[in-house]
C-alpha cells in the first residue's frame, strides 16, 4: 500500500512561545489515521474544529480523502495558573493517489433515486450522523484493530471515484469485502453499538461501534445483525453476517471508518497506535 511506504515529511511552523512536547505517530497522508498524545492538554482544535481528547491526553487525526496537505493543530494547555496557553502547529500530509473505480448492473433506481426514495435516503443520513455524533471518553481503540472477516477478496477500495452504470458518483468512502452471504462479520475491535439495522436505501442493515475519542467503525449491506444499539462488544464477536442489503450488486461487507465526522481508509486502523514512524513537534 503507497499509504505505508509514504511517509510524511513534517514541516513545523511553530507560532507560538515555548511548546509542549507533542507526539504524532503513523502515515501522514490523505486517507488515514494516526495516534497523538500530549501532556498538561485542555483542549484541541484541528483546522479550526474542536476534537476529542482522553483525560490521559490521547488522541487522533485523521485526514479525509480530499484532505488539505496543509493542516493546523491548536491546542490549549492547562498550567498551574489554570491560564490556557495557546500553542499553533502546522504540519503537512502527503496527498494519495486514488483509483477510478467503475461499477455496472446496479438497479437504476438505486443509482438516481427518486423522488420518493428522498425520505428513505434522509432517514439514513439522519440516523448515521447521530449514531457518529457522540463519544464514549473510553479508549477502546488503543488495543488495536483487526479485520471484520476471516476470508475476504478486496471487491472495492476506500476512496475510488465511482462511475456507476456510466454515471460518475461520489468516492468510495470505505472498503469493499467480498465474502459469500451468511458469512460471520466481527467487531473489528471492542467498542459500544451505536447503530444497528436500520435496513437503509444505501447500507441496508448496518452496525455502527463507537471506538472512543470520536472513532468509529461501520459495517454495511448486512444479512442480519445480531447486536443491540448500547451493547458493549469485543474485537472479535460476531455482530451479524455479509448479505448484499441495500445498494449493492453482489454480497460484500462495506467497511468503513469514521473520525470526527470525516470518512478515513479503514486498513489503516491495522496499524494504529503500533506504528513507529513517531514525530515530535
Ligand atoms: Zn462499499
Excluded at 513534517?10 to 495516534?35: F, H, M, R, W
Excluded at 444497528?196 to 455502527?208: E, L, P, R
Excluded at 472512543?212 to 443491540?228: E, I, S
Aim: with cysteine; hydrophobic share 35%; net charge negative.
Amino acid at each position: 500500500m503507497t499509504y505505508k511506504a509514504i511517509y510524511l515529511t513534517i514541516s513545523v511552523l511553530l507560532l507560538g512561545n515555548t511548546a509542549q512536547a507533542l507526539e504524532i505517530c503513523g502515515p501522514k497522508i490523505q486517507g488515514a489515521i494516526t495516534a497523538s498524545h500530549t501532556a498538561d492538554v485542555h483542549e484541541i482544535y484541528l483546522n479550526g474544529k474542536k476534537i476529542p481528547v482522553s483525560d490521559s491526553g490521547d488522541f487522533l487525526l485523521a485526514f479525509d480523502r480530499d484532505a488539505r496537505l496543509k493542516q493546523e493543530l491548536k491546542i490549549l494547555y492547562k498550567n498551574e495558573e489554570e491560564i490556557y496557553p495557546e500553542e499553533y502547529y502546522t504540519f503537512t500530509i502527503s496527498p494519495e493517489k486514488w483509483d477510478i473505480q467503475k461499477v455496472n448492473g446496479v438497479a437504476q433506481n438505486k443509482v438516481t433515486p427518486s423522488e420518493a426514495d428522498t425520505d428513505e435516503i434522509l432517514r439514513e443520513t439522519r440516523n448515521v450522523k447521530e449514531a457518529i455524533a457522540g463519544n464514549t471518553n473510553q479508549s477502546f481503540w488503543k488495543n488495536g484493530f483487526v479485520m471484520p472477516l476471516e476470508k475476504y477478496r478486496v471487491s472495492g477500495k476506500f476512496g475510488g471515484q465511482r462511475i456507476i452504470n456510466t454515471i460518475p458518483k461520489s468516492p468510495h468512502r470505505g472498503m469493499d469485502l467480498a465474502a459469500p452471504e451468511g458469512t460471520p462479520v466481527t467487531a473489528s475491535a471492542d467498542g459500544i453499538v451505536t447503530l444497528s439495522g436500520g435496513d437503509f436505501f444505501y447500507s441496508g442493515n448496518m452496525v455502527i461501534i463507537d471506538h472512543g475519542q470520536g472513532l468509529f467503525t461501520m459495517y454495511a449491506h448486512m444479512k442480519d445483525v445480531n447486536v443491540k444499539k448500547g451493547e458493549r462488544v469485543t474485537q472479535g464477536q460476531t455482530i451479524g453476517t455479509v448479505g448484499q442489503t441495500g445498494r449493492a450488486t453482489g454480497p460484500h461487507l462495506h467497511w468503513g471508518a469514521s473520525w470526527n465526522n470525516i470518512r478515513f481508509n479503514p486498513e489503516t486502523l491495522l496499524e494504529l497506535g503500533k506504528s513507529e514512524q513517531c514525530i515530535n513537534i
